[in-house]
């Protein structure tokens, strides 16, 4: 079984809960997550299965969209609100003033990753070492805010919809608005959206891949691993070119711009993601076909 399976990632799960129920579920060895999501986020999981896992770095790299419930006047330990609280202020803020703040986390900005995160510091997790009450000196990161926005809020949350680049921690972000505001500030709640080109729309619940495995359609709900690249042209081999392709080597194809290609087939199946280059040749970025 091979293809991607866009999951509605419950609150409470960790990532890899999900990825563990549907091997299961599907009875594939083979599985793997783009994009980790902390137990008390919810919301798009790409999962990728059997030969599609060499397409999760795709993802990994790809821009990402939430819904962050940010509550002002409280900060913790962890960023978020499961944490242990550190101090808490009465606010005040207007939302035209966490407006104003909000322009100034729009576009490329640095982060201090936080000591509860996976970030390896002298081979150990930042997160292992804020358990033992340990806090070490982090390097920023540059990172992008694609899009902040208010959009709404909810009881004493604002919220906000925030589109960024890969290695953007929501709860950091939320963190240091509070801290502009002069009051602390805590992520409550957190949906992602978006991850690369797959949407909530097309996430499927835990329980709705239950029934469908009870049912034996669970297959049906993988999506083909060349989806994931369908903002590319097509390419389809003659079957010299596919045989170079299938032995790693770079082979010419005529009157094809420089640019990024998916390779097919003869008989149609989508065998790489890879690069023309200038002089009509062909290198592959990665390949998808099964070995045999």
């Not at 592959?284 to 070995?291: L, P, Q, R, T, W």
């Amino acid at each position: 079984m091979t293809g991607i399976i866009i999951m509605d990632k419950p609150r409470g799960w960790t990532s890899h809960d999900v990825v563990a129920r549907l091997r299961g579920l599907l009875r594939e060895k083979k599985i793997g997550h783009s994009g980790t999501l902390d137990p008390m986020a919810t919301g798009v999981l790409p999962v990728f299965v059997g030969r599609a896992t060499r397409a999760i770095e795709f993802v990994d790299n790809a821009d990402k969209e939430y819904l962050a419930h940010l509550r002002l006047g409280i900060a913790t330990d962890t960023q978020d609100i499961t944490g242990t609280v550190l101090y808490e202020c009465k606010q005040n803020v207007s939302e035209s003033e966490l407006r104003e703040v909000l322009e100034r986390f729009t576009g490329p900005i640095s982060q201090l990753p936080p000591m509860y995160s996976a970030v390896k510091v002298g081979g150990k997790k930042l997160y292992e070492l804020a358990r033992k009450g340990i806090e070490i000196e982090r390097r920023p990161r540059d990172i992008v805010i694609h899009k902040l926005e208010l959009v709404g809020r909810k009881g004493e949350d604002f919220i906000l919809r925030i589109a960024c680049a890969k290695g953007t921690y929501v709860r950091t972000l939320c963190s240091d608005i509070g801290e502009a505001l002069g009051c602390g500030g805590t992520l409550t709640g957190l949906r992602r959206t978006r991850a690369g080109g797959f949407t909530e729309a097309e996430a499927h619940t835990i329980e709705a891949v239950e029934k469908s495995a009870f049912e034996g359609r669970a297959a049906e709900l993988l999506k083909p691993v060349d989806s994931l690249f369908a903002e590319h042209p097509a390419i389809y081999l003659n079957p010299a070119q596919e045989k170079k392709c299938r032995n790693g080597a770079d082979f010419e194809v005529k009157d094809k711009p420089v640019g990024t290609y998916r390779v097919y087939g003869p008989d149609g199946e989508f065998l790489a993601i890879g690069d023309v280059s200038s002089r009509g040749l062909f290198s592959a970025i990665k390949s998808f076909f099964e070995v045999k």
